[in-house]
């Protein structure tokens, strides 16, 4: 996503090595042991747990040149009583955008494992949704030194594709480790929900998108530059509106939209 500790902080060890993925299925379920999750039950209209989450707030365009001021108004960020949270991209009064953007910074900071949500992600020209994660020692250590894996996002004028990345020192920015996964019959993926995961092991980070793999990074695809991968990282949520990448909105973008979250798990891989 980015192109510009009361420690609830879970390390789950990976101990198998690292393996090549195509458009194959992932490790069976029998080999991933659940080890932390937010199912987003409650109350409809009440705040995600704040012992999970925090609320990253602010209008600065956040290095794309994006649109939206991140709030923790439950405006723009909360549960639907359904189960869901649901993060709210929103045109107001005024004119100007909001948005929500949720982190784990120093509360859920795997390291290794299968991290997984469970999204219907909002549609519409200059809309970019995107579930994502970046290196603990961030802000100390910056971007892109810090890692970024990018484990879905989306753009609105390619409804049926969804991305995947790496951003770390010599390939970040317009230039990361990436690769694009196509609706098998080309729908949207903003029709219904779809299951997003990264399988992380010690040198290898394999992308799938409802259970099928479709790419595989290791350290030696880096170029000899450094794999920042070994190291806990955060996870984040959020819907931005506008940027270098997305483009922005234009006539045929209805708001508001919703990123409706049905949950995010993190699993160790036996």
Do not use: C
Not at 40 to 62: I, K, L, Q, R, V
Not at 69 to 80: C, E, F, G, I, V
Not at 194 to 214: E, K, L, M, Q
């Amino acid at each position: 996503m980015h192109r510009a500790l009361f420690m609830a902080v879970i390390t789950a060890a990976a101990l198998l090595s690292p393996t090549t993925a195509s458009a194959s299925t992932t490790e069976s379920d029998m080999r991933a042991t659940l080890v932390w999750s937010d199912e987003f039950n409650g109350a409809a209209g009440s705040a995600p747990n704040p012992a999970n989450w925090n609320h990253e707030t602010g209008d600065h365009g956040w290095g794309n040149n994006e649109l939206q001021n991140y709030t923790d108004s439950r405006a723009n960020s909360a549960l639907d009583g359904n189960g869901h949270l649901v993060i709210t991209a929103r045109q107001e009064a005024h004119g100007g955008y909001t948005s929500a953007r949720l982190t784990t910074q120093n509360k859920v900071q795997p390291q290794y494992g299968r991290v997984e949500a469970r999204i219907q992600i909002p549609r519409g020209q200059g809309i970019w949704p995107a579930f994502w994660m970046l290196g603990s020692n961030f802000p100390n250590t910056p971007w892109p030194d810090s890692g970024e894996i990018d484990i879905m996002e989306n753009i609105g004028r390619e409804p049926h594709l969804v991305h995947g990345s790496l951003h770390g020192p010599g390939y970040f920015g317009g230039n990361p480790l990436t690769g694009s996964y196509m609706h098998p019959q080309g729908w949207s993926f903003a029709d219904t929900f779809h299951t997003f995961a990264v399988d992380w092991r010690p040198g290898s980070i394999t992308w799938s998108v409802n259970g099928v793999a479709y790419q595989t990074y290791t350290a030696a695809d880096t170029g000899g530059n450094p794999w920042v991968f070994d190291q806990p990282f955060f996870m984040i949520l959020n819907v931005a509106v506008g940027g270098d990448w997305p483009g922005y909105p234009d006539g045929t973008t209805q708001l508001p939209q919703e990123m409706r979250v049905d949950y995010v798990r993190v699993y160790s891989l036996d």
